[in-house]
């Protein structure tokens, strides 16, 4: 009954590889969220879906591609990885137009690149 | 940028109230305040979130300054499981607008 699950839970890769991350939620939720927590331990957000269409965009470099395939999805992927990438990658949802529930994360996933 | 102002860290002694103060002077009418909390590097976790009136549920109470400037989170009864960094946030939800983390208060409950 986990409401946002991210898969997989750590990730270790060489720098130069191309990896995925897996979002999905259950909430019936309509927005969804990447954001990147650093070693400083700062949260940023990375992108962001609604329905399926990017509505935000930060500064990401171009390596980093998201697709939602529908609004219980958003998969992140990362190409030609590098040290800088190393971080705890999270997903979130939230339902828009309304105050009542907030976001909900998941739990995370640790990505180090070596 | 985050459009909050919270103390870096805090202590509080487990079974006590800890008070977590939070400065949004710039709050605009349709800007909720959202708390959050994140425990040792595991997702944030909601807590709970006002418009102007005080809020409680079994969490936690919020407490909002009649002029909306200023908020305080009060955990009536610590445990040494509250240890996290607490977020204080202010957005609109009406929009899809981002949830933007400032660096939060660490709250420390100590035995």
């Known amino acids: 009954d986990t409401a946002v699950s991210q898969t997989p839970k750590y990730l270790v890769t060489q720098m130069g590889n191309d990896k995925s991350i897996k979002c999905e939620q259950n909430l019936g939720h309509d927005t969804m969220y990447w954001y990147k927590q650093d070693s400083k331990k700062f949260l940023k957000i990375m992108f962001s879906y609604n329905n399926k269409e990017l509505i935000i965009n930060e500064t990401v470099p171009n390596r980093f591609s998201p697709k939602s395939p529908d609004k219980a999805h958003l998969n992140l992927h990362i190409n030609s990885l590098e040290l800088g990438d190393s971080a705890v990658y999270f997903c979130a949802s939230s339902l828009s137009g309304t105050a009542r529930y907030g976001y909900t994360f998941g739990s995370g996933t640790r990505l180090t690149v070596v | 940028d985050a459009k909050t102002t919270q103390p870096p860290s805090m202590d509080c002694a487990e079974g006590r109230a800890a008070n977590l103060p939070c400065n949004h002077s710039t709050i605009s009418g349709n800007e909720y305040v959202y708390w959050y909390r994140q425990i040792h590097s595991q997702g944030p976790q909601y807590i709970i979130h006002?418009?102007?009136n005080n809020e409680t549920n079994e969490m936690a109470s919020l407490i909002i300054t009649e002029d909306r400037k200023s908020s305080t989170l009060i955990l009536p009864h610590a445990t040494l499981r509250d240890t996290a960094v607490y977020y204080c946030i202010v957005r609109d939800p009406s929009n899809t607008g981002k949830l933007i983390f400032g660096q939060g208060t660490t709250l420390q409950v100590k035995p």
């Open positions: 006002g418009l102007k």
